[in-house]
């Protein structure tokens, strides 16, 4: 990320860059199906053949992609009813269906994503810390929490997940590519506004 984009990013309010970062990883996920599929379509017109591999990993992506606009859809109607409870089963039958621990991951902080644009803090900080015992790799819990924390303006928290977003910042996680060091400034940074 280039110090311009990093000091507009900066600018931000806390909850413009939760919007912008919940919106990156929706897009990724559409934008994965979307070239699967152009793929697929153009090895299918100029005559070529995807070999069995790529069909399996193209329909995957397919599948996966359906799947999560099933759950969000099943959530959000839940949540539009007032029904936080229905909210949670929508994703906590999502996550025992998955196997994969980094899907699991991902579909808590989808679910903490959808509380908190929707208002409900203690729902959002309480489902991304579902996610915590299931990985090692906490980088997705704690650049969340950090930003979460950061925009109700509890920076000892804040500073807190900031570092620990840092520690993992090498994580696969992180595709965003924002390294230790940003991390680590943020810290500095609610750490400064928590002591004013």
């Known amino acids: 990320m280039s110090k311009k984009n990093k000091k507009q990013f900066s600018g931000m309010s806390r909850r413009a860059k939760l919007i912008i970062v919940s919106s990156v ?3 990724f996920v559409v934008s994965a199906g ?3 599929y152009m793929l697929y ?3 299918q017109q100029v005559g070529g053949t995807p070999i069995a591999s790529e ?3 193209r329909d995957a992506r ?3 992609i359906k799947s999560d606009e099933e759950i969000f ?3 959000s109607s839940e949540l539009k009813k007032g029904n936080i409870a229905g909210v949670e089963k929508v994703y906590d039958d999502a996550v025992k269906a998955e196997t994969d621990r980094a899907r699991k991951i991902q579909i808590y902080i989808d679910q903490s994503a959808l509380f908190y644009n929707a208002g409900h803090v203690k729902e959002a900080i309480a489902a991304a810390k579902n996610a915590v015992t299931l990985s090692d790799d906490q980088f997705l819990v704690a650049d969340w929490l950090s930003r979460i924390y950061e925009d109700q303006k509890n920076y000892t ?3 807190e997940y900031y570092t620990l977003a840092g520690e993992w910042a090498e994580s696969p996680m992180n595709v965003t590519a924002l390294d230790k060091k940003y991390f680590d400034d943020n810290a500095s940074r609610v750490t400064e506004l928590g002591s004013k």
Request: proline residues 0%; charged residues 5%.
């Open 25 to 27: 990883v929706a897009v």
């Open 157 to 159: 928290l804040a500073a």
């Open 41 to 43: 379509q153009s090895q």
């Open 55 to 57: 069909l399996v990993e």
């Open 34 to 36: 979307v070239v699967g």
């Open 62 to 64: 397919v599948a996966q």
């Open 73 to 75: 859809n099943n959530a």
